[in-house]
């Protein structure tokens, strides 16, 4: 894997079996993300975006092919091992939150950074100064609207100074101009040398990304 590159993988397939029923989620995916760079997934509904995404973080073992997260191989590997490469390695935002509720979003950033078991890089402050939240750390979930959800969630899944940032749907609830902002902070910290890589439908996500990765039917296509 050459250093630029944050991720990587190499034909990647994934079935899902119910019944008699055979599903190819994947058939083949490869892709790569370099650091600094911006990625979006698109494609239709059931084309294979969130199970590709769940590969990716290690949250599911794809039955053939491999996935280096910053050199580091994730794929293949007993779920402790996946667990320590993906809360050192890897920032994962999804649409539903990844906050605790019952806690500050300032205490769910201690808390990401105590499970990656080193010593973070960037204090909570700084790391909510630089998202525009430093006002809001005592506040848990309940108490912040969307766009603060938003800048919260990526507060948090900043706080290890990941290789990769992977995104399904980030901006999915917020008005254009929040979508817009929180965007802009993606790639504005994404510069700082991580990749991302956004799975979306969003056009204005399309816009701004550097490549846009069509899937279709579990085949990237475009
Ligand atoms: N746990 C599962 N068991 C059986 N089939 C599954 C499972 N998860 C996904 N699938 C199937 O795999 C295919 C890809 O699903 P996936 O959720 O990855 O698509 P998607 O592109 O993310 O769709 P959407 O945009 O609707 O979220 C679909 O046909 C889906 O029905």
Redesign the pocket.
Known sequence: MKPDEALRCRDLYRF?R?GDEE?L?LRGVSLQVGRGETVAVA??????????LNCLAGLDEPAGGAVTIGGEQISHRPERSRARIRSRRLGILLQSGNLLAHLSVRDNIRLAQAAAGRRPAQAPEELLEQVGLARRARAVASELSGGELARAGLAVALSNSPDMLLADEPTGELDGVTEQVVLELIQDRAAGGHGVLV?T?SAVVMRIADRVIR?HD?RIVA
């Open positions: 899902f119910a599903t989620a494609g239709p509904s059931g084309s294979g975006k969130t199970t590709l799975v439908h899937l579990g």
